[in-house]
């Protein structure tokens, strides 16, 4: 099904399945203060009133939607939790800086990166995958009483003027609430309105500066399927819900539906000859240093036969101990060269999981950087501290490291 983008002001209702929906009446546009702005409509396959009472709270507990009935305020928040899990499984993240502002009933939020979380307190809003859904419903709840109570002692809440904080926003209006525009500049902001034919109908509209036309697709897609999966299925937990909506199932149908034929060669081989071919092209960009083809293949080269004169060949097992760097990139490459599989870890697990895993492997040597060399001290007999000085101090072959290998043979092993 071909997506409906649109870029003006004027388009109709995306329409999402079989039924027809009638047009309904735009209200005045909200605006995202972007020179570039997409906008995307699809009406939703769930309706109010079969969200009124999944999930159904104590109102004390809850936010209210604008002074609505309860059956709205149920509404509200369940298409709140649908944002609140959609934002998270786009951003990969759990920990999301939340705020509501009970005024105009628009909710923010921003996805936080790992240590980011302590300084927003009670705006913090955490979804572990083993949570259930109420869990979070709860979360959203107390986070929304004390914007209220915060909003009561000072006059005013505090999403108002401070929603630049914030990259995405959600709003649902039922058809007798007043329309109120967003003040400030956010990347993605959802609106939800009732539709004259007891439908609901959602808006994205997006900075395209921020998000593609087809994520944004996918994102809308997404919101409508984890609102089904809620109603349908209220008690499980946030792991068991299926993000994956039919939208983005038939598009990974069509990426998937030809398959390649097989190719009788080893990775490292194919990099090989493209760094032949095109010596100068960009092969690494990185925080840590950029390499070309012909670069990654010298130091590779180099370090694949220091790596088969520690015994490193066809079935042998080399540790990769790496932030994502280029020298998580060049280390893999020359453990193949040589001959070798690679088992990747990471220092920041637990110690007795990583004597664990190291002891499984039986590894005699460990490719690494200074600063974790340390604490594998003992654990493995051949510790390799990588740095570009370092690999280029080693002697340059011209004849291959390895030529026994096969693509049968090993590459990689997982231990988790």
């Excluded at 507990?61 to 899990?85: E, M, P, R, Y």
């Excluded at 990747?344 to 690494?368: C, E, F, G, H, W």
Aim: with cysteine; glycine share 4%; net charge negative.
């Amino acid at each position: 099904m071909a997506p409906l983008i649109h870029e003006n002001e004027s388009f109709s209702p995306y329409q999402s399945n079989a039924s027809s929906s009638k047009s309904v009446p735009r209200e005045s546009a909200k605006s995202i203060p972007s020179s570039h702005t997409g906008h995307l409509e699809l009406v939703l396959s769930e309706a109010p009133d079969t969200l009124h009472h999944v999930l159904k709270m104590d109102t004390d507990g809850g936010a209210l939607c604008n002074g609505n009935s309860a059956g709205v305020d149920n509404t509200f928040k369940i298409l709140q939790l649908a944002w609140a899990l959609t934002t998270s499984c786009f951003t990969s993240a759990n920990s999301l800086l939340f705020d509501w502002d009970s005024n105009s009933g628009i909710s923010c939020l921003k996805a936080l990166s790992t240590g980011q979380g302590s300084q927003f307190g009670d705006q913090l809003l955490i979804i572990e995958p083993d949570d259930s859904l109420r869990q979070v419903l709860d979360k959203l709840a107390t986070i929304q009483r004390r914007a209220r109570e915060c909003a009561k002692q000072t006059g005013n809440s505090d999403a108002e003027g401070s929603t630049d904080m914030f990259s995405t926003a959600f709003r649902y209006r039922n058809a007798s609430a007043s329309n109120s525009e967003i003040n400030s500049e956010v990347d993605i902001f959802l609106d939800v309105t009732d539709a004259r034919d007891g439908r609901l109908l959602a808006e994205l509209v997006f900075s395209s500066q921020a998000i593609t036309d087809p994520l944004a697709l996918s994102v809308l897609h997404t919101f409508d399927h984890v609102l089904s999966s809620i109603r349908m299925s209220p008690d499980i937990t946030v792991e068991e819900v299926n993000m994956c909506s039919p939208h983005d199932r038939q598009h990974i149908t069509q990426l998937t539906s030809h398959v390649s034929e097989s190719n009788e060669r080893c990775l490292h081989d194919m990099f090989l000859e493209h760094s032949h071919t095109n010596p100068d092209a960009q092969a690494v960009v990185s925080w840590d240093g950029d390499l070309t083809y012909g670069e990654l293949d010298d130091l590779t080269s180099r370090l694949s036969h220091r790596l088969v004169d520690l015994g490193v060949g066809p079935e042998v097992f080399v540790l990769s101990c790496f932030k994502k760097s280029t020298w998580a990139i060049v280390s893999r490459l020359a453990i193949l060269r040589a001959g070798g599989a690679y088992i990747s870890i990471d220092a920041a697990d637990p110690p007795a999981y990583l004597t664990s895993v190291i002891q499984r492997a039986n590894a005699k040597v460990m490719l690494t950087v200074a600063e974790f060399s340390d604490q594998f001290q003992g654990l493995v007999p051949n510790i390799i501290e990588l740095s570009k000085d370092g690999i280029l101090s080693l002697p340059k072959k011209v004849e291959p490291a390895c030529t026994t290998v096969r693509p049968t043979n090993a590459s990689d092993l997982s231990l988790r």
